[in-house]
């Protein structure tokens, strides 16, 4: 999901984080991103339909559990921007979620539904603090038109890989693929997977 603007004027330091689909963003800019509205814009419905952008999760109790989800999050004070309504047995309107607790579940784990958590901060700091506390790790993304301010975050934040001025879902084949702390040690990708799955044999020789 796109979530700012490079040529934008206001373009400024934002922090994306993959394991818990959580953006963090400077109080004073976060109004001109516009994510609002492109959340409600996302349509929803049967996967089959080749424009329809947010799908069914796999089961009801899915929906049971991530809407008991965002309701804990709202009784631990984080506010409803759009969504967070049930359409069907299945389906769950695309909801973003403002400012959750640190305690509550959209910020401890992986929500696995359609749902982002928005965490405005006034200082880069106490953003890359806060991405650093979760008890899991995966990769993250800073956006900001500085190359100094992008390159000490990136050195800070404590993930496995980190983009700067692009997606978490960036890929290449080359690319090592890991978490970290209570996410595993370890790396996937294509020569890393190989040299997991490599059995390693030495033979000794002595020289008579």
């Known amino acids: 999901m796109p979530v700012a603007d490079p040529n934008a004027v206001s373009y400024r330091p934002v922090i994306v984080v ?16 516009g994510l609002v509205a492109r959340v409600k814009a996302l349509k929803v419905g049967d996967p089959v339909v080749n424009d ?8 009801p109790k899915e929906v049971d559990r991530v809407a008991s989800w965002i309701d804990e999050a709202v ?20 909801t ?16 696995f539904g359609p ?4 965490y405005r901060y006034e200082k880069l700091d106490d953003a890359i603090a806060q991405a650093n506390a979760l008890p899991v790790a995966f990769q993250a993304s800073i956006f ?18 980190v983009m700067i001025n692009d997606l978490t ?19 996937g990708g294509i020569p890393f997977t190989m040299r997991d799955m490599t059995q390693e044999k030495m033979i000794l020789m002595r020289k008579s």
């Open 52 to 59: 329809v952008e947010v799908e069914p999760l796999i089961l």
């Open 169 to 187: 879902t960036f890929r290449t084949d080359w690319m090592p693929f890991a978490g970290r702390r209570e996410f595993g040690y370890a790396t």
């Open 144 to 161: 900001a038109q500085d190359i100094d301010v992008a390159l000490r975050a990136a050195n800070r934040l404590d993930a496995s890989a």
């Open 75 to 94: 009784k631990y004070g984080a506010r409803i921007a759009t969504g967070g309504r049930r359409i069907s047995l299945t389906t769950l309107e695309p």
């Open 115 to 118: 749902v982002v958590c928005v």
């Open 96 to 111: 973003v979620l403002l400012d959750p607790s640190p305690e509550a579940k959209v910020t401890q784990l992986e929500v």
């Open 18 to 33: 993959f394991v818990t689909a959580a953006l963090m963003a400077l109080s004073a800019i976060w109004a001109s991103f």
